[in-house]
């Protein structure tokens, strides 16, 4: 059965803090993407990665960075935590023809 | 600019009536996906649709492609409670990156 999971279901963190939020999938899929998703706003592309090492910007990267070291693991970092990156965050990893969908990690930034 | 638009962003409807939520794109892809998103939880597929003509059912639901009008239609047969969800399109970016472009979201609610 496809898996992509998230680390964390709920999060919540202070403004200024670096905060890690790690997807992992067990398809062997070489894309892997990170949106966060706001009433009203839709889906939003942050980062997303091709490979090991290789990462791409989005629509919306400021703020944020990546790191793709495994081919399994992609992790979103949130160099320092600010109230208007609260936000449900999905994280996504693609074959060919699919787009497979994490949990969603909600965020929230006191 | 890719732009996906559905219409409409919210819809109300009876138990037992049918109705369709439409997808236009503006790129020439062949390829368009449609989701379900219940609240506060992720998206889940529903169909997968690659080429044109392409025509997709799930029990209630059935999702067409026509590629020529860059147009997807999700149509709702005898809507029941259990439906009551937002539903996304989205299109692959066809610059070969993966890419997907989602929709804004049509926000169903079936009134029993």
């Known amino acids: 059965d496809v898996k992509v999971t998230q680390s964390s279901r709920y999060l919540v963190k202070r403004t200024g803090e670096k905060v890690f939020l790690e997807c992992v999938q067990d398809?062997?899929?070489?894309?892997m993407f990170w949106y966060r998703q706001d009433p009203g706003l839709g889906l939003r592309l942050i980062y997303f990665s091709y490979d090991v090492k290789m990462k791409e910007k989005g629509d919306i990267p400021e703020g944020y960075s990546v790191s793709r070291e495994k081919k399994e693991r992609f992790s979103l970092i949130l160099e320092s935590a600010s109230t208007n990156q609260t936000s449900m965050y999905l994280c996504?990893?693609?074959?060919?023809?699919?787009?497979?969908f994490g949990p969603g990690t909600r965020l929230t930034v006191t | 600019e890719l732009k996906v638009e559905q219409n409409p962003l919210f819809l109300s409807m009876q138990e037992g009536k049918n109705y369709t939520i439409y997808c236009n794109y503006s790129?020439?892809?062949?390829?368009l996906y449609w989701y379900r998103q219940d609240p506060g939880k992720s998206l889940e597929s529903l169909f997968v649709?690659?080429?044109?003509?392409a025509v997709k059912q799930e029990g209630r639901l059935m999702a067409s492609l026509d590629t020529k009008a860059r147009l997807s239609t999700l149509h709702i047969t005898a809507a029941v409670h259990d439906l009551s969800a937002t539903y996304f399109c989205a299109v692959d970016d066809i610059g070969g990156t993966y890419k997907y472009i989602f929709g804004t979201g049509t926000r169903l609610k079936v009134l029993a």
């Open positions: 398809m062997d899929h070489e894309n």
């Open positions: 790129t020439t892809s062949d390829r």
């Open positions: 996504t990893s693609t074959s060919s023809y699919e787009q497979y």
């Open positions: 649709l690659l080429s044109n003509g």
